[in-house]
């Protein structure tokens, strides 16, 4: 009985051993797979994030715009200023996204400035942005060798695939991976400790700040080209400041705004530019303006209008002068009477010359009368001045020049309510004599005779005063106007039809 039972009992304790090794197997299969899939879908979950989320590069500046490497110049500028709208750091209220703003804005530029230059987008399109920093230090970008060659097939220039960790064309290897790093870093690579204890936060300073500041640049970070958040911070990156205004308030060039834009009352006859104040072709045109301003010396005014600035410029723009914002600016334009001609279309950014033609070519023609025999200054001037009791008289330029100046334009818009406006150009010999004329310019004002006569005038014909313009003054704007506003004030139309029907009568 003993055997048997011992027998039992050495069966049964096989048996629950068995069992209980079936049990911790199948327990162990079990979590296997269920951890198996658990792996593999986080895997997948974090390799779909990634396709999802692409990591923007600001050095791809076809990507940070938007673009094919195909598209035109038109096509550039236009989605430039699309996102250039979007980002605009001016437009972001949320103070959280406004430096992001900033720095996206400033992406946007960076990019936009290469690409819409011919020269430069052919040296970044074969070299990448190390060939135009190459260029930019006088350096020869062909020794860089194209996009991704300048590590021999390392981090492919502009975040390209290069073919993997290579050192002058064969694999990486060395052992201590720190060393790859201190080949390019310039700082020391990973004191103390390989790749793994890099990680482990085995290197002094630990995490992966001192990964960017010893990896790239050795201790100011590479900054990403200086595009952080989406680059390499680094130690040394410098928040990125909004565009500088291109036209300040105590600058050559006059900065309208919708209220103060030149209307039907206006002194003054206007050359104006509508622009965005980031916008780089704004930014090459400035010096033409500031050019044609020290041209004309006041002659007329020089302004400049940002259509960007706020919601009521850019309505003004768009709706007022139905300007596209994203498609059409720069724009130039000639003002007077409030009416704007329109320069129209340009491959290139005009010069300050092809501005001031431009202007010419709009100046107020029918305000200034051509008189080259004395009969015409009756029918031109003083006919009209009978005519009407709104003139206080007529100014007469005599000048051995055959075209009319943009300063004598500029006299008569000025002052087009009050006086009426007559040249007579190339010597005029018989001009010269009826009014004794000897040296040119001369300036003369004919005041119909209502009062005394003023001191250093003279009778024209018994009925008009002849006041000459002082030989001695500077001719200018400023000094023509001050001496015709201070020519005698013109009476009431009553006071002038009787002094007319008294002389009439002697």
């Known amino acids: 009985m003993k055997t048997q039972s011992s027998r039992r009992r050495r069966v049964n304790s096989r048996s629950v051993s068995g ?18 899939p658990t792996t593999s879908a986080g895997r997948r979950s974090r390799s779909q994030q990634r396709q999802k989320q692409p990591k923007n590069n600001p050095d791809d500046y076809y990507g940070v715009l938007g673009v094919q490497k195909t598209a035109s110049t038109k096509d550039i500028k236009s989605a430039y200023r699309k996102l ?35 020269d430069k987008r052919e040296v970044y399109d ?8 190459m260029l930019e230090r006088g350096q020869d970008p062909r020794e860089f060798g194209g996009p991704g060659g300048g590590f021999e097939g390392g981090f492919g220039g502009h975040g390209h695939p290069g073919g993997g960790f290579q050192q002058h064309g064969g694999s990486f290897s060395g052992g201590d991976f720190s060393q790859f790093f201190q080949a390019f870093g310039g700082g020391g690579g990973f004191p103390g400790g390989g ?41 040394g990156g410098r928040r990125p ?34 622009y965005v104040n980031d916008d780089p072709m704004a930014r090459e045109a400035k010096p033409q303006l500031e050019t044609l301003v020290d041209k004309v010396k006041g002659n007329f005014k020089i302004g400049a209008i940002d259509c960007g600035m706020n919601e009521r410029e850019h309505r003004f723009c768009e709706k007022t002068h139905n300007l596209s914002v994203e498609e059409d600016l720069p724009a130039f334009a000639f003002v007077q009477n409030g009416k704007v001609s329109w320069y129209g279309d340009y491959d290139s950014i005009p010069t300050a010359r092809d501005l001031y033609d431009f202007a010419i070519q709009n100046m107020p023609n029918d305000l200034i009368s051509n008189i080259n025999q004395p009969m015409q200054v009756q029918q031109k001037l003083l006919e009209p001045l009978a005519a009407s009791q709104k003139f206080r008289g ?46 040119y310019p001369t300036v003369l004002a004919i005041l119909p005779i209502t009062s005394p006569a003023v001191p250093g005038s003279t009778k024209y014909q018994d009925k008009y005063l002849i006041i000459r313009y002082p030989a001695d003054s500077p001719m200018n704007q400023d000094a023509l106007s001050a001496w015709i506003e201070s020519l005698p004030k ?5 006071q002038r039809r009787s002094r007319r029907s008294s002389e009439s009568e002697l």
């Open 490 to 494: 013109r009476n009431s139309g009553q």
């Open 394 to 439: 007529a100014i007469l330029l005599l000048t051995d020049k055959y075209e009319t100046s943009s300063l004598y334009y500029s006299l008569a818009y000025r002052h087009r309510s009050d006086f009426v406006f007559g040249e007579s150009r190339g010597k005029s010999l018989n001009m010269a004599k009826e009014f004794q004329v000897k040296k």
């Open 126 to 133: 074969k070299y990448g942005k190390q060939g135009l920093e």
């Open 19 to 36: 069992h209980s090794l079936r049990i911790a197997l199948l327990l162990c299969l079990a979590t296997f797979l269920s951890c198996a």
């Open 195 to 235: 790749f793994q204890q890099f990680f482990q936060g085995g290197s002094p300073g630990g995490g992966q700040q001192q990964f960017f500041q010893h990896g790239f640049g050795g201790g100011g970070g590479g900054g990403g080209s200086g595009h952080p958040p989406h680059g390499f911070g680094g130690g």
């Open 241 to 274: 400041q909004p565009p500088a205004e291109l036209f300040p308030k105590d600058g050559k060039v006059s900065k309208l705004g919708s209220p103060k834009f030149p209307g039907a009352s206006s002194k003054h006859l206007w050359l104006v530019m509508f």
């Open 84 to 118: 250039a709208l979007d980002w605009h750091p001016d437009k972001v209220q949320d103070v959280d996204k406004k430096e992001f703003a900033q720095q996206k804005f400033m992406e946007l530029q960076q990019a936009y400035d290469v690409l819409s230059d011919d």
